[in-house]
């Protein structure tokens, strides 16, 4: 726990496109304050920097070795997620990490129990789970009032040019980026997995349709849960035009459709359909209607993740969305992987967890 009299300081590790919403989440909420930034891209962290008005260095020890930074949000290629977010555990930093959490099991397990080590916090972004619509369902399963949950369904269904894979050197790589189910679509893997429980088994395809690109842009996956229900994700990143994520849940009492952020269908007894937040509601700060987008994501979900990831440091408790969440949807991207190119389902090892 940290003194609450005081705001907690973070530190921003990567300055692309998606640390907007990070740094206008910061922005949003009491208790939290921006401290500094550092990008392996001395102009892209001179000019985040100077708009927030915070030191910029483009060396992460630097960063990490500073006394008044209590924690870091890490937002860089993926393939360096786990090993900067274990430079800051060691620093007995604080740790937000984008997802994916790593690209392999064991950096995510390695990472992992070395915060349980040292008494940090490590959690893993997937602000999806914050929404109002995804928390009622998730408490409705909870409560049974679908009945006997029989079938989970998802599909991502993205639109990217070509030229999105081409304006970085790591993207669409399988050492620094991975593929639709890495990036994109690993959103609802982790939805799927937080609703429909540990899963038992995992079969997919993946293939690359439209792009020049090392890794998949579109994959189809069947799970198997441990619980008895069935699962698939559908996803691709050679649709024109993109479409609303959507979710469907069928239990013998009830069934669920999400599409986007809107129940279109909620046949659940006894429990009126949430509602969607006014876009001005999101954060303090307002970071809704007017806030920046990134390939339709905005501030919001991330305002209040970070309420969380703040009052799980400041309590002692463990943030709504863990370490271990971050790992258990990473097990079933690598698990769809390993199962697309060997043509035989995989039994994933230890469930439940």
Aim: proline residues 5%; contains cysteine; negative net charge.
């Amino acid at each position: 726990m940290t003194d609450p009299g005081r705001p907690l300081t973070f530190g921003i590790v990567g300055c692309g496109a998606i640390s907007t919403q990070h740094l206008e989440a910061i922005a949003a909420i009491d208790g939290a304050r921006l401290g500094g930034v550092v990008s392996a891209s001395p102009e892209r962290a001179r000019a985040v920097g100077e708009r927030w008005d915070v030191p910029w260095t483009t060396a992460l020890d630097e960063l990490l070795d500073r006394q008044d930074i209590d924690a870091v949000s890490i937002m860089t290629p993926s393939g360096l997620h786990a090993s900067q977010a274990l430079a800051a555990v060691r620093r007995d930093k604080h740790v937000l990490v984008e997802k994916p959490i790593a690209l392999s099991v064991r950096d995510a397990d390695a990472l992992i129990d070395e915060a349980q080590r040292r008494g940090v916090t490590v959690a893993t972004v997937s602000q999806r789970r914050f929404e109002p619509v995804m928390e009622g369902l998730q408490a409705a399963i909870v409560g049974q009032a679908l009945g006997v949950v029989s079938l989970v369904l998802a599909e991502g269904i993205y639109h990217r040019p070509q030229s999105y894979y081409d304006s970085a050197a790591w993207r669409g790589t399988i050492a620094l980026d991975g593929g639709v189910l890495m990036n994109q679509a690993i959103h609802m893997v982790d939805l799927v997995r937080w609703l429909g429980g540990p899963v038992e088994s995992v079969a997919a395809h993946v293939a690359t349709r439209t792009h020049e690109m090392e890794a998949e842009d579109t994959a189809t996956v069947s799970l198997a849960f441990a619980g008895g229900a069935l699962g698939a994700i559908t996803a691709t990143t050679s649709a024109t035009p993109e479409f609303p994520p959507e979710l469907r849940i069928y239990g013998d009492r009830g069934h669920v459709r999400i599409v986007g952020e809107v129940a279109a269908e909620w046949d659940v007894p006894g429990l009126a359909a949430p509602q969607p937040d006014a876009p001005t509601e999101a954060g303090d700060g307002n970071p809704g209607a007017g806030a920046t987008a990134t390939w339709g994501t905005t501030a919001a979900g991330y305002v209040r993740q970070y309420r969380d990831f703040l009052d799980a440091i400041r309590t002692g408790r463990q943030p709504a969305v863990t370490g271990t969440d971050g790992r258990n949807a990473l097990e079933i991207v690598t698990a769809a992987y390993e199962a697309s190119r060997t043509g035989r389902s995989i039994v994933l090892e230890g469930v439940p967890r």
